[in-house]
């Protein structure tokens, strides 16, 4: 039996925690956590290392990968720091904060033979993967993407997540991302998305955009169209919907349903924010063990010409 890859884990906050506990506590066999570098120093379990500083991590050499779940603006620092001392990199969405430094971490990755491992959780939804495999011989002509949610809810507004120099935006390329990873994971590879207007508004107070409206275009004759609202405080929304060959698809990922004009496909008891990580891991650890490398930029692409193209609007 091969033996688990040796992880260090780079940012403890939310979602670090969320990765910790889907190494930990998923019965997974792929990955042994290893050590974690946060800024802030926190207990826990004494078989892992704990540094405040990230750059001593790296220095470990009995650590082989990384996962780099720290704040959009550190991304690029990180990954390009990781790869050219010899590790393979997880980096949570957005990978970075632009098309460019992907570009720039794909090319430090080929460069050192390492591989990079850009990540989308949503894509690992059990709903999602029920979905590429019905839609893939399928003519799609048309998506339509629905998310809505209180954001803060979930996040403290005075949090980074809400600071465009740290986020890089707002509900667009924080969640928005989701929604196309969804997107682009179905569609073939060939097929490219292509910005047609966008929209965005803020609300009071906020210095991101919490609503964001896109139309795009897709293929040779496909129109989608992607809404978002972030001060929704009704039930929430995640759905994406394609339609294709006259029949209309539907993933929604809150009540994890993959639907077929309105017929329930498939239900998934098991699906959960967890669970979705497990997946990441378990395709993660699939490709280290191929040396191939997972490079999707298509999503930010899209996400930075809506905001070169779009006009912002504030609202109460």
């Known amino acids: 039996m091969k033996s688990p890859y040796a992880l260090g884990l780079i940012g403890f906050g939310n979602i670090g925690k969320i990765h910790h506990d889907a190494l930990t506590k998923s019965g997974q066999t792929d990955f042994q956590l290893k050590a974690i570098a946060d800024l802030s120093t926190q207990s826990v379990d004494d078989s892992v290392e704990f540094y405040d500083d990230y750059r001593e991590l790296l220095k470990n050499p009995n650590i082989q990968a990384v996962s780099i779940n720290t704040p959009p603006n550190t991304h690029h620092q990180l990954v390009m720091d990781a790869l050219r001392v010899g590790k393979h990199v997880l980096v949570e969405k957005p990978p970075a904060l632009t098309v460019a430094q992907c570009e720039e971490m794909t ?72 929604a196309l990873s969804v997107v682009t994971y179905v569609l073939p590879d060939w097929v490219s998305l292509s910005v047609k207007d966008a929209k965005f508004k803020k609300a009071e107070g906020f210095k991101v955009e919490t609503q964001a409206h896109v139309g ?28 294709a060959d006259g029949d209309t698809y539907a993933v929604d990922i809150v009540k994890n349903i993959f639907s077929k004009n309105g017929e329930v496909r498939m239900k998934s008891l098991n699906s959960s924010l967890n669970s979705e990580y497990r997946g990441v891991y378990k395709d993660f650890a699939r490709h280290l063990a191929e040396r191939k490398s997972l490079i999707s930029i298509k999503e930010l692409a899209f996400i930075q010409e809506a905001y070169r193209q779009g006009n912002i609007e504030f609202f109460l």
């Open 216 to 243: 795009f275009s897709f293929g040779s004759k496909g129109f989608g169209t992607l809404s978002m609202d972030w001060m929704n405080k009704g039930p929430e929304v995640r759905q994406v919907t394609f339609t």
């Open 107 to 178: 090319v430090c990755a080929n460069q050192q033979e390492r591989v990079l491992f850009m990540s989308f959780h949503a894509r690992s939804n059990l709903c999602v993967e029920a979905a590429k495999r019905e839609l893939v011989d399928k003519n799609i002509e048309g998506i339509d993407m629905q998310y809505s949610e209180y954001a803060p809810n979930y996040h403290d507004t005075s949090g980074w997540i809400f600071n465009p120099e740290i986020a890089g935006g707002g509900v667009l390329i924080d969640s928005g991302i989701n």
